[in-house]
């Protein structure tokens, strides 16, 4: 069978929508669950399907699109780069990776200023942890319950949730790792020994819930692994880049005297004296504006104890991923990307907090990084806007609604979205829904299923 392309074909919208998905569907590897739409294309805060349907995105590409899908110094970035150089291995240093480099410790906190360049987040999450031994000489790691690392075997040896490392039995070496509970100072107090590597947390827990750290559990992290000579690596993968309102989430909890007037980033120049200051953070997500990217970026005093091929990736820092980063962390900055998060943020979740309804437990969040806690699974809601109301939001954990929009969403868009929201909260009952769909035999063995779980 021929798959057409529904944009080259006059009757794209009924003709070829299931060719694309059938396709897409077969050849899978099939560890996603798809959903029943096929997306084409994308502007700002919209994408579209093939059908020419509208959507408001706050899904963003779990987190990416903070920039805004397709923004146009991006896209001319990368056509440039295109015409000139595609590939260039770091052994052979490259302008665009030393514009990318500069433009990118321009906006770290001091002292983070060497940069290992790789393709993704649990890339990221692999340099650090490789970084962190060779640094210390030690080989424990701390991390959070609830938090999530990546799925690679040793970032996933990080990552908390037992369903996501229970099918690979010991492959998954966790035994160096010790998790805390987040928020626990006396748990993590405890757990770091003259062993321990690096703790290594998120700012605000992701696929954990979006749950935002309070500053003292921060403050006493970053005071007990320098009293233990541990390192303190913040995961800023989803949090980084905007989207909770400051470049970096771990700004947050850094002390008024340790920011610079305009409370961007932290402008602390005595590196001992700062109350945060990881001695390295991990980064992905938004850093290249939508293509591929990852980094582990850390202290000289990190980087120099890696010895001389110590660690290596084909792809990391190439040049198109390069061309993109320098667009899109000069598009963040020009266009005041976090303000504009922090600012649509607060109006986002105030609006939340609004709906009247009883099935929420909690609004929470920071920034444009908002989770809406339900009494019951979210799964049916989410669905539910997305076919009903056009809009794509995402889980995180079965019981919250996540939405991570990009930061050039409108207020009007924000209007729409939370009205959606509410007429879903209000007229989706998923158990009345669900038992409609069986049969009488089919309910009886439901209620079974039911009292077992
Ligand atoms: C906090 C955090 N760490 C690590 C990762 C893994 O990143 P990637 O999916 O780019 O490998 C993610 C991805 O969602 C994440 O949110």
């Known amino acids: 069978m021929t798959v057409q392309d529904p944009i080259q074909t006059e009757q794209t919208h009924t003709n070829t929508a299931s060719n694309w998905l059938s396709a897409e569907n077969r050849h899978d590897s099939g560890v996603y669950s798809k959903h029943q739409v096929v997306m ?44 000139t150089l595609l590939v260039m291995p770091q052994s052979l240093p490259n302008d665009k990776r030393a514009e990318f480099l500069t433009e990118l410790v ?6 983070l200023d060497r940069v290992f ?13 490789k970084f962190a031994i060779t640094a210390t000489g030690r080989q424990h790691f701390v991390s959070m319950k609830r938090g999530f690392s990546g799925r690679s075997l040793g970032a996933l040896a990080l990552t908390w949730e037992p369903k996501y490392r229970e099918p690979f039995g010991d492959a998954v070496d966790n035994k160096n790792v010790s998790f805390v509970t987040y928020g626990n100072i006396e748990e993590l107090r405890a757990a770091i020994t003259e062993d321990t590597a ?5 700012p605000v827990q992701g696929e954990g819930g979006v749950r935002p750290a309070n500053a003292e559990f921060i403050r006493a992290a970053r005071q007990i692994t320098r009293e233990k000579g541990a390192l303190l690596i913040m995961d800023e993968i989803q949090t980084g880049f905007c989207r909770t309102g400051k470049m970096f989430a771990v700004e947050h909890f850094c002390a008024e005297s340790c920011q610079d007037a305009d409370g961007i980033r932290c402008g602390c120049n005595v590196a001992a004296d700062c109350l945060v200051k990881p001695d390295g953070m991990t980064l992905a997500k938004a850093m290249a504006g939508g293509v591929p990217i990852g980094a582990f970026v850390m202290t000289g005093d990190v980087a120099d104890k890696m010895p001389k091929g110590g660690h290596g ?6 040049p198109l991923s ?58 049916p809601y989410i669905e539910a806007m997305e076919h009903q109301e056009g809009v794509l939001a995402l889980q995180a954990t079965p019981l919250v609604v996540r939405f991570l929009p990009p930061a050039v969403i409108t207020t009007e868009q924000i209007d729409s979205v ?12 998923p158990r009345a829904e669900r038992v409609a769909q069986l049969s009488g035999a089919q309910v009886a063995d439901q209620a079974g299923e039911k009292q077992s779980e």
């Open 313 to 318: 990736t084909t792809f990391g820092g190439n």
């Open 198 to 202: 690096a703790v290594i947390l998120e």
């Open 40 to 83: 084409v294309r994308g502007k700002g805060s919209n994408v579209w399907d093939e059908n020419g349907r509208e959507y408001i995105d706050c899904v963003g590409g779990y987190g990416v699109a903070t920039i805004g899908h397709s923004h146009p110094d991006v896209v001319q970035a990368i056509r440039d780069q295109a015409d």
């Open 106 to 111: 321009s906006v770290l906190p001091e002292g």
């Open 322 to 379: 390069m061309a993109a980063g320098v667009a899109a962390i000069r598009a963040m900055k020009n266009e005041g990307m976090a303000e504009q998060a922090r600012v649509k943020g607060e109006y986002f979740m105030e609006k939340l907090r609004a709906i009247k309804s009883s099935k929420i437990r909690e609004v929470r969040g920071l920034g444009l990084m908002i989770g809406v806690e339900l009494k019951e699974k979210s799964a």
């Open 117 to 129: 360049l790789c393709n993704s987040g649990t890339e990221a999450m692999e340099a650090a942890k």
């Open 418 to 429: 939370v009205a959606a929201f509410e007429r879903v909260l209000n007229s989706v009952n």
